[in-house]
């Protein structure tokens, strides 16, 4: 998945970071997704992770060495359509960062996912563009009901 900064649009919410991971400058790292199900009822799940780097106090900095990979709990993921952009099915990441879609139309789709809390809430906005989003948007995925996986 690739990180961009983008103004509303068409009234569909934009996506965030979490400003731990922006504020860090840490990625993320996402394990492949998985289509699946049929041509006419396909089925995609993943599973969303970010990677943590500890605070060395000894050495006052980050200690690399350390880095762990955790699941982004609660996230809102949102199926689109990949030529319109139209939200075509939307659910939340589990507590182990999982989500799941079965849906019937466009093959051709790709995720957004909101990076973000609800309690508290935090939004992480470029304060430079209009206080544009950071969005979270995956490749152009074709589920064909085969079972495949992807990056």
């Known amino acids: 998945m690739m990180t961009r900064r983008t103004k509303p649009r068409r009234g569909i919410p934009l996506f965030v970071m979490l400003s731990a991971l922006v504020a860090a400058g840490c990625g993320s790292d996402e394990k492949p997704?998985?289509?699946?199900?049929?041509?006419?009822?396909?089925?995609?799940?993943?599973?969303?992770?970010?990677e943590s780097v500890p605070y060395d106090r000894l050495n006052d900095g980050l200690d690399y060495s350390k880095i762990a990979s955790h699941p982004i709990r609660g996230a809102r993921v949102l199926l689109l359509d990949a030529a319109n952009d139209n939200v075509l099915e939307e659910t939340r990441s589990s507590s182990e960062g999982k989500?799941?879609?079965?849906?019937?139309?466009?093959?051709?789709?790709?995720?957004?996912?909101?990076?973000?809390?609800?309690?508290?809430p935090i939004v992480v906005v470029d304060n430079t563009t209009q206080?544009?989003?950071?969005?979270l948007e995956s490749a152009e995925i074709v589920a064909d009901g085969a079972k495949h996986s992807t990056s």
């Open 33 to 50: 997704a998985t289509t699946g199900g049929t041509p006419s009822n396909p089925r995609l799940s993943g599973e969303l992770r970010y």
């Open 99 to 120: 989500y799941a879609f079965n849906w019937s139309g466009s093959p051709s789709v790709k995720i957004w996912v909101y990076a973000e809390t609800t309690d508290p």
């Open 131 to 135: 206080n544009a989003k950071y969005v």
